[in-house]
């Protein structure tokens, strides 16, 4: 095993041990970590087998293999960013959801004070 | 019947006073709801202090949540319609009559009260009348009908409106996406005349490169707008 394929598993290993610690601690939801998880391991079976690196890389006509995980990382780079912005678009209209009902809570609240005194 | 007016208002104290003045002098038969956006001078208090009804969000939500507020506050009151007018001072109390027209005669769901129809001369700056034009006629066209200022935040909405904008208001760029939003639902939208008062305190500061910025959002805003997923 070359230099190169030590690092590439150490790096992966550690990826993917930080999500589960993060997991186990409660500051990362199961429903978000999913993806994490799916492309470190997938990343970590590249870097152990160098062999199927290579015949995945030869099947799409890449001849530098290495350069088929950069594509991969980036891949999985766009489609998390894709599924963070769009976890963000749903907290923030539940966000202003929730800010409209405290204002109207308010407005009711008030009114009921108003009534009783 | 009963008129509900939804006045969205962020950091108008120097201007909700004539707002109201002018209101209570030229409007009978509204209820006034005024939506203070999270405004950080005394917008909030000067309305309380004039005995009109405030809904006051706990921050800035921006025109288009708060404006959505008001219309939420319709539906669940049972309003059967509702006017929005700004608190700037842009808007007259006596022209909001004209909006209601249209709608009590049962021709249109949602009436756009338009600064450039009929007799108006509002005058505006170059660049701003430019980005008014080339909204218009992009609107104009997805929406197979004429709408000549479709920034306008002058409209009045029959009861159906309120349910739909309670459910679904745009954010972003509001005034011209409702109405793509509306046409998407099949909504009836007409415009007529009304006249309006250039800008009291300056805030219209559109350069040239923030004024196609703001186009350029615009326009995408609605064009996604149009590819979205409407109930009706």
């Given amino acids: ?117 | 019947m009963r008129k509900l007016l939804i006045i969205p208002a962020y950091n108008e104290a120097q201007n909700i006073d004539r707002v109201l003045d002018d209101i209570n002098e030229h409007l009978q038969g509204f209820d006034i709801l005024l939506i203070d956006d999270g405004s950080t001078d005394s917008t909030r208090e000067l309305a309380i202090k004039r005995g009109v009804d405030v809904i006051s969000l706990p921050f800035n939500l921006g025109i288009g949540a708060a404006v959505q507020t008001g219309y939420i506050y319709a539906q669940r009151e049972g309003y059967d319609l509702a006017v929005q007018f700004d608190g700037d001072g842009q808007h007259r109390a006596d022209q909001v009559d004209r909006l209601l027209e249209p709608l009590l005669r049962d021709e249109a769901d949602m009436v756009l009260g338009s600064r450039f129809l009929g007799e108006n001369e509002y005058q505006s700056g170059l660049t701003r009348m430019v980005g008014i034009k080339i909204l218009s006629s992009v609107i104009s066209m997805l929406i197979g009908q004429k709408i000549t200022d479709p920034t306008s935040g002058c409209r009045a909405t029959n009861r159906r409106v309120i349910e739909f904008f309670s459910h679904l208001y745009p954010d972003d760029y509001p005034e011209p996406e409702a109405l793509v939003l509306l046409h998407k639902a099949g909504f009836r939208i007409t415009e007529v005349p009304v006249l309006m008062r250039q800008r009291h305190m300056g805030r219209s500061t559109i350069t040239a490169p923030r004024a196609v910025y703001y186009m350029i959002k615009v326009l995408l805003a609605i064009f996604i707008d149009m590819l979205k997923k409407v109930p009706s």
Avoid: C
Wanted: overall charge positive; charged content about 20%.
């Fill in chain 1, 1 to 117: 095993m070359d230099m190169m394929s030590i690092l590439a598993i150490f790096v992966s290993m550690s990826i993917l041990l930080s999500v589960i610690e993060l997991i186990r601690r409660n500051r990362l939801k199961e429903k978000y970590s999913l993806l994490w998880l799916f492309s470190t391991l997938v990343m970590l079976w590249f870097s152990f087998s160098r062999e199927s690196l290579h015949v995945v890389s030869k099947m799409f006509g890449i001849k530098y293999p290495p350069s088929f995980i950069f594509l991969l990382g980036f891949l999985f780079m766009i489609v998390i960013n894709i599924h963070i912005t769009s976890v963000i678009s749903e907290l923030s209209d539940k966000n202003k959801t929730l800010a409209q009902e405290i204002a109207l809570l308010k407005k009711a609240l008030a009114e009921m004070k108003d009534k009783r005194e």
